[in-house]
Structures are given as C-alpha cells and as structure tokens.
C-alpha cells in the first residue's frame, strides 16, 4: 500500500515535471522560434514586395507627370510660331489749333473755309459732336496760344483746340516688331519737323514777313529723308499696308510743302497731312 502510494507520487512528479518541461520551456521556445522564422521568411518578404510595388507606381506617376509637363512645354514652344501676327500700336498724337467756329451743318463749315481762303486763312474741319473750324497746328498748346491774339482780330471768339489722334493697331508678322518701331520713331520725327515748320510760320506771321524759302527747304530736305527710311522699312502683311499708305502720305506732303513755298501753301500741305493721317488711323 504504501508502495503504491509512493509510486503514485512518483508519477505524478513525474507528470508535473513533464508538463512544466512542455508548457513552460518548450512551449515559449517553439513559439519564439515560430516567429523568428515567420517574420524572416514570410512576413518581411511579403511587406518588402509591397514596398517595391509601391516604389514601382510612384516611379511610374512621376514619369507620367514628367511626359505631361514634357507635353505642355512643347505645346509653350510651338505657340508663338502658331501665331504668326501681333497686334502693335501705333503711338497717337495730340495736336492744338484755334477753333473759330462750329456748325451743325458741313455745308456751312464749308462756307466759312472757303471764306478764310479768300483771306489766305488756311482752316480745317474736324467732326466733334459737329462740324468745328480749325485754323492753325502745332504740338505744343504754347505755341498756338501765342497766335491767339493775331486771329481773335477777325474771330473774337477764338480759343485753343485740342485734338487727340488716337493710336493705331496694325498687326504685323512676330518678327516684324523692330520694323514697326522704326516706323514710329520715323513717324515721331516727321511730325518734329512739321512743328518746327509751324512755329517759324507763326513767327513769321507775328513779324508780318513772307516765310523764307531757304528755312523750309531744310525741313523738306529731313522729311525727304525720313521718307527714304520709311521706304526702306520692310514690313509684312496688314503692317505692310498701312507703311505703304503712310509713306505715300509723306510724299504728297513733301509735294505740297515743295509747291510754291510760301505760308498759305505750306501750311495747306500740312494740314492736308493732318487730314489725312487722322482719318488712317481712324479706319480699320
């Protein structure tokens, strides 16, 4: 009895010892070991797979978007030669003469032109709301207001004009913009002569002398050579157009400056321009 008693616990030591060994040792060691060769062979494999296909689309977005800004700045380069013309202003100017009347009939502006000539006035008519009669230019309010006096002797209700003649858009060829540019610092300086012009006629009339021809004929010979540069300017297009009509102007102003110089012709010359020049930069 008693040995048996004494086996019993033996075995049963024996068990605890054994389920101690299993649950407690090599348990905890197997499933160490467990994980340790998961996560080497399986799980960092399968995360470091992910990864590399996650790099692989992000290297693919970032080419996409390098082909798509490839893409739009090809499309910036071939934009400006898509567009073969520009629009480029030509500058306007701003001209001061004496109003002495103002109609709303053209017929009877008329009359009053035909009656200035006869006094060798020279006017023109400008439509502003109506029909005014303008005597005299220049550039400068200055200058026309020193000439005030001398025409409120027969017009006593004679005040300084201003007139804007508006700039002007052509359009030109890309690589037509330095021809324009000339065009307009040519433009610039015909008008700088004419105003010199102007101003010695104004002199002339407040001295009461004839105008000397040998002082004109140094303007004519600079607006001639303008026109030289003007011709020599090679513009495209619409541009083209409008440098051949103005350079055509320049010569029938340099003919009526020519004609007989005197104050009466000369100035009609100028004024003839002015017309003309105004209503060029009127039209489309």
């Known amino acids: 009895m008693r040995r048996n008693r004494r086996g019993f616990r033996k075995e049963s030591k024996y068990k605890k010892f054994l389920f101690l060994l299993i649950f407690c040792i090599l348990l905890p060691a197997i499933a160490i070991y467990g994980g340790f060769y998961a996560s080497r062979y399986v799980i960092l494999p399968a995360i470091m797979y992910e990864e590399d296909i996650n790099k692989e ?37 701003t001209i001061y003469g004496i109003q002495i009347g103002s109609f709303t009939s053209l017929d009877n502006a ?88 102007e101003k010695y006629i104004i002199q002339s009339k407040e001295k009461q002398v004839e105008i000397s021809s040998s002082e004109i004929e140094k303007n004519i010979k600079e607006i001639k050579g303008l026109e030289k540069e003007l011709k020599d300017i090679n513009i495209n297009n619409r541009g083209k157009e409008f440098k051949e009509e103005y350079t055509s102007m320049v010569g029938e102003l340099i003919k009526g400056l020519s004609n007989e110089i005197s104050s009466v012709n000369v100035e009609t010359g100028m004024i003839e321009f002015l017309d003309k020049y105004s209503k060029l930069h009127t039209n489309n």
């Open 57 to 93: 689309v992000v290297v693919d977005d970032t080419q996409e978007k390098k082909v798509e800004n490839t893409d739009e700045t090809r499309k910036v380069e071939k934009s400006p030669s898509q567009s073969k013309e520009m629009k480029y202003t030509m500058k306007g100017i």
């Open 110 to 197: 008329k009359i009053q032109l035909k009656e200035l000539k006869e006094k060798n006035i020279i006017g023109r008519i400008v439509e502003r709301n109506n029909y005014k009669v303008i005597v005299g230019f220049g550039f400068e309010r200055e200058t026309i207001q020193k000439a005030i006096p001398l025409v409120k002797e027969h017009f006593k209700e004679a005040f300084v004009f201003e007139q804007y003649i508006k700039e002007k858009d052509i359009m030109v060829e890309n690589n037509d913009k330095e021809y324009v540019t000339k065009l307009n610092q040519v433009n610039e300086k015909i008008f700088e002569e004419m105003e010199k012009i």
